[in-house]
């Protein structure tokens, strides 16, 4: 390696220093996770919706609204749950069976749809949108067990085959040729278990009932078309850990045992609930959501030997303490927090997620509460006059910023770390174009230094960020700055999301790769016993010669007991991190999250064995799994030619005081490494180390050498010549300007004085300031924030006279005066006595014309209603 010396001469560096997270992007290398390696749009930027729904229409703020919004900001039609709803409670009961849906109505009713669909040729555009478009039925009237309903015409289903019947016959008559495009996945039933069963906390009731009816209903939608996608059982509350896990064997454990087979995705809907119980907090995004897929995606594998796919069909937050309230900035704002911590999480899980839809909804007037005039929460419009009155034009609620902060994103998937699980990245890169997304899962603002990188370096021509983020008045805001240049670091603001879209000059090359493999353990939900070994085996591993891995283990357990077991990997120990991500969860009803386990690649085998030991007793570890990156090249090599330019940020503050050794140099780099340091001075040559941050106390004023090495890199040198400073004797000079009654007090010698003039303190950081004087004596001291620099003291005399100026003079003349002689008269007199001029004094700087006066010498006289009179000699040339 070529030798390479830095120098620079840093004087006086001022950079801010934080406690800071590191981010780093790859743009040069895809990451994929099967055969998933874009950011899918028509999966992840998806609304509730459907075309045909007519809040579409109506008095909105821009004549096309579809357009606008779906093309505006490239959003993709989700879920329509009112269709086949509506329907059904619109046809007759089969003359000849009873409790099934006539056939003949449904074709008939099915073909006047398509036909309307077809002549309604404006909305056939938004047929591209609906990649992932799903269809599904409410409780009521499809379910057919305990708290059965009638639809509209009076009747009931006989059974679930009667449903699914129905459904088959729906999707048939209803969908495709000149119709709509027949949905891609079919929900059975919506939130069955949301009315009944206990509740959210219940565990000891099963969904048997419900597993069986989506066994039969799949069976005769499958017996109209066997082509439709069907799932479920779309459960409001995936709380597997309450009960210590026996909600899990009770309902999703159940569903998968009996219904599995049929089912050709998983539904689930995922919410966090921000404010609930007067200001509590029940959070899924961050480790539970990472818990509750995990649990799903394991049991899956060992029961059908595959991951099968989910649908999110509803996703954001609940916001239960402001749900009977009118709208509000801040309502929104918890759910697109929410939104994006639960979308950054789907996005790690690109080739098993089939679809995410953000609960959404355009206007949702048939949710307006009539009897509290409150509409509902979720939506994309309000009225204008909101939260006032339920009137004026449609508007956009700040829902949209979410689809806004999301509106460019495209693109390859690129590697991406951070060193902080609180600090959620992900990236991609479209031609010249970069895209790197950075959620904050904290309470608090955080710092990211950023290192995107570009094997070769293309110049980045501009920077747009978005932050989407709350402001201090609790208005959901999306602020966006542009910047010319590559910036070290980014503040994101408190459970806020900041997305920064790079524009390169020319194309970024993609050239290596990442592969991305789950692998789960053969064994599942182990009871934690004090000090004894869990132990699962993870078999079939494919490892290449460069790559990573993390290991995954699900915990579930009582608030207060250890979330730090001890971790041995093919009989290694391993380190255990102190951290997961997102909250400590201590409103939930215990702690169900996912520990993530860094493995060095090296202790990989084909088959390995992993133990999991806790010192204390209860919970369950719920899944083990390994994820297993392989590289194609050793992407975490590093070298050194390719730091920053800025790598480096470094601040000397100087000492406090001359003869004071207590100057001090901060340094901090982007690229956390080890750094080996020395500096050498006057009678002063020391060494340190440091990864990111380095302190350096006790320096005497003086000129110093700072050499910075990497311990791996023994060639790479960079070399650094600082300062530290010691402060000037105060100076200051001090100029009476007659005019204005003023002094000009030029100070040298510090950055901060305090002036004090006749008593009155003044503090400047200015290095020239004018200051008002009095007639007579005037008092000033001058001093700083540093003792050891002393005082300057000086009188100084305006006389309490009259003043003349100019003088001599042509036409116009100043008479300065006591300010008690106002409302007097001042006079001119020539030599020999007479009056030539006379005027009343109304200003302490009275203007006077003298133009018509002939060249000579004059007295001006000045007297008031006291008698007290001054006189000055007047030259008029």
């Known amino acids: 390696m070529t030798r390479r010396i830095l120098t620079f001469i840093l004087f006086l560096n001022l950079f801010t220093f934080y406690a800071q997270t590191n981010v780093t992007v790859n743009l040069n290398v895809k990451h994929s996770v099967g055969e998933a390696s874009t950011f899918d749009r028509s999966k992840f930027m998806v609304i509730h919706a459907n075309s045909t729904e007519n809040e579409w229409n109506g008095d909105n703020f821009t004549s096309d609204l579809k357009d606008h919004f779906l093309n505006g900001y490239d959003v993709y039609l989700g879920r329509d749950t009112g269709g086949i709803t509506w329907n059904i409670n619109q046809i007759q009961e089969d003359p000849a069976r009873t409790g099934f849906a006539n056939p003949t109505e449904i074709a008939s009713r099915g073909l006047t749809t398509r036909n309307n669909f077809a002549n309604n040729t404006d909305i056939h555009q938004y047929e591209v949108r609906k990649v992932h478009n799903v269809v599904g039925a409410q409780l009521h009237p499809f379910w057919t067990g305990e708290s059965q309903k009638e639809t509209g015409q009076g009747w009931k289903f006989a059974s679930p085959t009667a449903t699914g019947e129905y459904m088959g016959r729906y999707f048939n008559e209803f969908h495709g040729d000149n119709g709509q495009k027949v949905p891609t996945y079919i929900e059975v039933i919506n939130e069955p278990a949301y009315e009944a069963l206990g509740g959210k906390m219940d565990y000891s009731n099963s969904i048997q009932e419900i597993a069986d009816f989506h066994v039969e209903v799949a069976d005769a939608i499958r017996a109209q078309n066997s082509n439709l996608k069907i799932g479920g059982y779309t459960t409001a509350f ?132 009539t009897d509290k005039d409150i509409p509902y929460p979720s939506r994309l419009m309000r009225k204008t006059n909101e939260p006032d009155s339920y009137t004026g034009q449609w508007v956009y609620t700040d829902m949209v910023k979410f689809f806004q902060l999301w509106q460019n994103v495209n693109g390859t998937r690129v590697d991406s770390i951070t060193d902080d699980l609180d600090i959620q990245v992900d990236a991609y890169v479209d031609g010249d174009k970069g895209y790197v997304i950075l959620n904050n899962l904290n309470f608090e603002a955080t710092t990211v230094n950023l290192d995107v990188f570009d094997a070769s370096n293309i110049n980045v021509s501009s920077i747009l960020k978005r932050h989407l983020t709350l402001s201090g008045g609790n208005t959901t805001v999306l602020e966006e700055e542009t910047f010319n240049a590559a910036i070290s670091s980014v503040e994101i603001g408190a459970e806020s999301t900041v997305i920064l879209e790079y524009t390169f000059d020319s194309a970024i090359t993609i050239n290596k790769t990442s592969k991305e493999t789950k692998y789960y353990a053969t064994s599942y939900l182990k009871p934690i016993v004090a000090n004894q070994p869990n132990t699962f085996n993870i078999n079939n591993v494919v490892k290449g010669s460069f790559g990573e891995a993390v290991l995954r283990v699900g915990v579930g357990r009582e608030h207060g ?72 090249d050793n992407i975490r090599v590093f070298d050194p030619l390719s730091l920053p330019s800025n790598n480096f940020e470094i601040k000397t503050i100087g000492s406090t005081c001359t003869g004071e050794n207590n100057g001090k140099l901060e340094i901090k780099s982007v690229k956390s490494l080890n750094y080996a340091v020395t500096i050498i001075g006057d009678n002063y040559n020391k060494n340190f180390t440091f990864t990111n941050n380095l302190n350096v106390e006790g320096l005497k004023p003086g000129t110093y050498t700072v050499e910075v090495k990497i311990d791996e890199f023994p060639d790479y040198n960079a070399r650094f010549i600082i300062e530290i400073t010691e402060p000037e004797a105060i100076s200051v000079s001090s100029k ?27 503090e400047t950081t200015f290095n020239e300031i004018s200051l008002p004087l009095n007639f007579g004596i005037n008092s000033i001291s001058v001093k700083t924030d540093k003792e050891c620099q002393g005082v300057f003291n000086e009188k100084l005399m305006l006389e309490n006279s009259l003043i003349l100026y100019p003088n001599p003079t042509e036409k116009q003349f100043s008479a300065y005066m006591p ?32 133009s018509n006066l002939s060249k000579g010498v004059y007295i001006v006289k000045i007297s008031n209603k006291s008698k007290i009179q001054l006189q000055s000699k007047l030259i008029i040339n």
Do not use: C
């Open 736 to 762: 009476i300007d007659i005019s204005s009654k003023s002094v000009v007090l030029k100070l040298t010698g510090n950055t901060n004085y305090i002036v004090n003039i006749n008593g009155k303190e003044v």
């Open 561 to 632: 007991k250890s979330l730090h077991p001890s971790v041995k990997i093919n009989g290694q120990t391993i380190e255990v991190p102190n951290d997961w991500r997102g909250y400590d969860q201590a409103q939930r009803e215990r702690f169900f999250g996912v520990l993530e386990i860094p493995v060095s690649f090296g202790e990989l085998q084909e088959n390995n064995t992993v133990e999991v030991e806790f010192g204390d007793a209860g919970g369950h570890i719920s899944s083990v799994s390994l994820q297993v990156f392989n590289f194609s």
């Open 819 to 850: 300010k008690e002689m106002i409302g007097g008269e001042i006079s001119i007199v020539s030599m020999n006595g007479l009056l030539v001029h006379s005027q009343k004094i109304v200003d302490e700087n009275q203007q006077v014309d003298a």
């Open 238 to 369: 995936p709380d597997f850990e309450v009960g210590d896990f026996q909600r899990w064997n009770n309902r999703w454990k159940l569903f998968m045992d009996v219904a599995g087979e049929k089912m050709d995705f998983w539904s689930i809907h995922l919410y966090d609930f921000g404010s609930i119980r007067g200001g509590e907090k029940e959070l899924r995004s961050g480790s539970n959501v990472e818990a509750t897929f995990d649990m799903m995606e394991h049991y899956s594998k060992l029961s059908f030997n595959e991951v099968k796919p989910f649908v999110i069909s509803e996703y954001g937050a609940q916001t239960h303490d402001y749900n009977n309230e009118t709208w509000s900035s801040y309502r929104d704002w918890l759910h697109v927090k929410a939104s994006n911590s639960q979308l950054m999480s789907f996005l790690e899980r690109p080739e098993s997620i089939a679809s995410a839809i953000n609960f959404v909804i355009v206007k949702a007037e048939w949710g307006y509460n």
